[in-house]
Structure formats: structure tokens, C-alpha cells
């Protein structure tokens, strides 16, 4: 057994790394060096790990309503950037930028760059420290 540990142990940390870094492979699902803009309506905000998510509802190319699903930061990285569960709420009205879709099925899941709330002038994504990670 004393000769397989080592064994195991680098198998772990192996998968382990593999599986951090496919989790983090935003290249492989969005455009990255593209941005698009949502004016939409927030639908809902889960607030949560790894990633939270914003549902938006807002209209496409085509001029029609669509709900956007917005990959954001996860929770605990998001407080330590000012935002709380209760910082957006369903009916707010939001701009964001995000990183389009690499799939070419339709598809509406978006990352985000950069969200504004013209209401009040909250904003998010200008500050060097307010990156998805």
C-alpha cells in the first residue's frame, strides 16, 4: 500500500486539476474577445456557488423578448465585491455586457462583463477587482 499513496495521491490532484480547469474554461462556451449588450428586466438572481445567475429578460436581434441567462461570479466572490443577494431584485431594470454564446443553437446563456442599473447609477464590472473568475 505504502507504494501506491504516491500513486493516488498525484492521480488526485491530476483529476482534481483537470476538473478546476475545465470548470473555469469560459473560452469554450463564450466568445470571449465579443461583447454584446441586454437591456432587459431582472427575472431572477440566484445568488449562489460556483457561479451565480441572472435570469433577464430582454429583447434578441431580432426583436424578440427573450430570457437571458447571465453567468455571473460565484457568491462568496461577489461579496467581497459589494454584491449582496438583495443587491438586485426582480423587476430591476438592468444594461449589461457580456461575452455571447459560442454555440450557434440560440442559445442565451451570456457571461457577464459589466451591469448598470440606470435607476440609481449602480454599476458593476469597472472596477479592476469586478471580474468573473
Given at each position: 500500500?505504502?507504494?501506491?499513496?504516491?500513486?493516488?495521491?498525484?492521480?488526485?490532484?491530476?483529476?482534481?486539476?483537470?476538473?478546476?480547469?475545465?470548470?473555469?474554461?469560459?473560452?469554450?462556451?463564450?466568445?470571449?474577445?465579443?461583447?454584446?449588450?441586454?437591456?432587459?428586466t431582472?427575472?431572477?438572481?440566484?445568488?449562489?456557488?460556483?457561479?451565480?445567475?441572472?435570469?433577464?429578460?430582454?429583447?434578441?436581434?431580432?426583436?424578440?423578448?427573450?430570457?437571458?441567462?447571465v453567468?455571473?461570479?460565484?457568491?462568496?466572490?461577489?461579496?467581497?465585491?459589494?454584491?449582496?443577494?438583495?443587491?438586485?431584485?426582480?423587476?430591476?431594470?438592468?444594461?449589461?455586457?457580456?461575452?455571447?454564446?459560442?454555440?450557434?443553437?440560440?442559445?442565451?446563456?451570456?457571461?457577464?462583463?459589466?451591469?448598470?442599473?440606470?435607476?440609481?447609477?449602480?454599476?458593476w464590472?469597472?472596477?479592476?477587482?469586478?471580474?468573473?473568475?
Amino acid at each position: 500500500m505504502r507504494g501506491k499513496l504516491p500513486v493516488l495521491v498525484i492521480a488526485t490532484l491530476l483529476v482534481l486539476a483537470a476538473a478546476a480547469y475545465a470548470h473555469h474554461s469560459f473560452p469554450a462556451t463564450y466568445i470571449v474577445n465579443k461583447t454584446i449588450t441586454i437591456e432587459g428586466t431582472v427575472a431572477q438572481f440566484l445568488f449562489r456557488n460556483p457561479h451565480s445567475f441572472l435570469q433577464v429578460d430582454a429583447l434578441d436581434g431580432s426583436g424578440k423578448m427573450q430570457r437571458w441567462s447571465v453567468e455571473w461570479g460565484g457568491a462568496g466572490q461577489l461579496t467581497s465585491q459589494g454584491v449582496l443577494k438583495d443587491t438586485l431584485r426582480v423587476g430591476d431594470i438592468l444594461v449589461i455586457t457580456a461575452n455571447p454564446p459560442r454555440s450557434t443553437d440560440g442559445s442565451t446563456r451570456v457571461l457577464m462583463k459589466t451591469a448598470r442599473r440606470p435607476a440609481d447609477g449602480w454599476n458593476w464590472g469597472n472596477a479592476p477587482d469586478q471580474v468573473v473568475d
